[in-house]
């Protein structure tokens, strides 16, 4: 029998994976689920729903993984992970202003690219650009240019390949940072028998995800 210590991930476990199946055979919870993550998510496709019960079902696994083979977490000061969020965000609107001022738009335009066999959209404030780098990541595979999932194949060859990675870099090392400090707070602050942790995992999962969520801009087309 499995220790109490690790209740809490593995009912969120058994909860994702019944969402996922529930969500594909009734409509009506489908419906639910869909506006729950659009909520912090900011969208009602089915690939962000998977994506983010993918995620969930990511910290628990990993979780378990450390908890059961008692590996050291580094402490990261709040300092670094708090600058580097800034600084993605900051990033984010530099790639923008980069792109509008190539191209001569206003920087409250609106604007529609069709390029590379796909479209894509962006803004000021609804930034698209930074999805350049799930292209070049799936470009190798063949899954960039994917008719159900806007990968931001649309932006590549607008702008210089480096700025989508140095953003790309950024955001894999934003999440890292988050995922290690889930883990340290989860040891140091949430005993394994703690009965918030459950609630603590789904919170971070959420916040996280939406993060995540605004860096990469993937998005259903």
């Not at 209740?7 to 009734?26: D, E, Q, R, T, W």
């Not at 923008?96 to 796909?118: A, C, M, Q, R, W």
């Not at 009965?195 to 916040?207: A, E, H, N, T």
């Amino acid at each position: 029998m499995l220790a109490s210590k690790y209740n809490a991930p593995i009912k969120i476990i058994l909860g994702v994976i019944l969402l996922y199946l529930f969500s594909h055979y009734f409509y009506a919870i489908n419906l639910i689920a869909h506006s729950i993550v659009d909520i912090f998510a900011g969208g009602r496709s089915t690939v962000k729903l998977n994506l983010y019960l993918f995620y969930t079902l990511f910290l628990c696994v990993l979780f378990l993984i450390v908890q059961k083979f008692n590996f050291k977490i580094p402490k990261i000061q709040n300092f670094y992970i708090l600058g580097l969020i800034i600084s993605t965000f900051a990033y984010n609107l530099l790639l923008i202003y980069i792109f509008f001022k190539k191209f001569d738009f206003k920087l409250n335009s609106f604007v529609i690219t069709f390029h590379n066999g796909e479209i894509s959209s962006t803004t000021l404030l609804h930034n698209h650009l930074m999805k350049g780098f799930n292209a070049l990541i799936l470009g190798p595979f063949g899954l960039a240019n994917n008719e159900n999932v806007d990968t931001g194949f649309a932006f590549i060859g607008l702008i210089h390949n480096i700025w989508f990675l140095i953003g790309g870099a950024m955001v894999v090392l934003c999440s890292i940072l988050l995922i290690i400090k889930f883990l340290e707070l989860n040891k140091i602050y949430y005993g394994q028998q703690h009965k918030w942790q459950s609630l603590y995992i789904i919170i971070f999962s959420i916040i996280t995800f939406s993060l995540i969520k605004k860096y990469a801009r993937w998005r259903k087309c």
